[in-house]
């Protein structure tokens, strides 16, 4: 399941409230897009076209809310070449970049993603430490119950005890 962090004010941003509601239905889905590919707010109209219920088969309406997006600061498109940085930056630090670039396709940023989502990098690195804790969490115990023999003794029965 993916979560997107928004502010409590998200609603009363004049940006958002100048667009139409499909327009912020598209915004929100690509929140969602960025968050579960961890591209750090860089979706392509392909992904958002399989995630936005208005956009099955309505390839023009989404553009007119991608464009309405763009129109009001909220989204901003980027060139293949910017896409392709990103993806080549992102491979190099070590992290897994859910969306490798492909020519003739239509690339864009959420700009304010990264002001309420954790980056890509931050969440690889929270799962390391995750990962750290649960196995020091696991080396305890076993050391813990190192002593404790794995089945209990038992008991005599009342014929070995009379003789």
Same mark, same amino acid.
């Given at each position: 399941?993916?979560? !997107?962090?928004?502010?409590?004010?998200?609603?009363?941003? /004049?940006?958002?409230?100048?667009?139409? %509601? %499909?327009?912020?239905?598209?915004? @929100?889905?690509?929140?969602? *897009? %960025?968050?579960?590919? &961890?591209?750090?707010?860089?979706?392509?109209?392909?992904?958002? #076209?399989?995630?936005?219920?208005?956009?099955?088969? =309505?390839?023009? $309406?989404?553009?007119?809310?991608? &464009?309405?997006?763009?129109? *009001?600061?909220?989204?901003?498109?980027?060139?293949?070449?910017?896409?392709?940085? @990103?993806?080549? #930056?992102?491979?190099?630090?070590?992290?897994?970049?859910?969306?490798?670039? *492909?020519?003739? $396709?239509?690339?864009? /940023?959420?700009?304010?993603?990264?002001?309420?989502?954790?980056?890509? &990098?931050?969440?690889?690195? =929270?799962?390391?430490?995750?990962?750290?804790?649960?196995?020091?969490?696991?080396?305890?115990?076993?050391?813990? #119950?190192?002593? !404790?023999?794995?089945?209990?003794? $038992?008991?005599?029965? @009342?014929?070995?005890?009379? =003789?």
């Amino acid at each position: 399941m993916v979560w !997107v962090k928004t502010s409590d004010d998200f609603m009363l941003d /004049e940006r958002v409230q100048a667009v139409d %509601c %499909c327009a912020d239905s598209a915004l @929100r889905a690509a929140y969602e *897009v %960025c968050n579960r590919s &961890e591209t750090d707010g860089v979706f392509c109209l392909n992904q958002l #076209m399989t995630r936005w219920s208005p956009a099955k088969g =309505n390839r023009r $309406r989404l553009r007119k809310a991608i &464009e309405d997006l763009i129109g *009001v600061g909220l989204v901003r498109q980027l060139g293949h070449d910017d896409a392709l940085q @990103r993806y080549t #930056m992102a491979v190099e630090k070590g992290h897994q970049f859910g969306l490798r670039p *492909v020519k003739n $396709r239509h690339y864009f /940023e959420v700009l304010d993603y990264l002001e309420h989502q954790p980056s890509a &990098e931050e969440k690889r690195l =929270n799962k390391q430490d995750v990962r750290d804790r649960k196995r020091r969490q696991r080396e305890k115990e076993r050391e813990r #119950m190192s002593h !404790v023999t794995s089945r209990p003794p $038992r008991s005599r029965t @009342r014929s070995q005890i009379k =003789n």
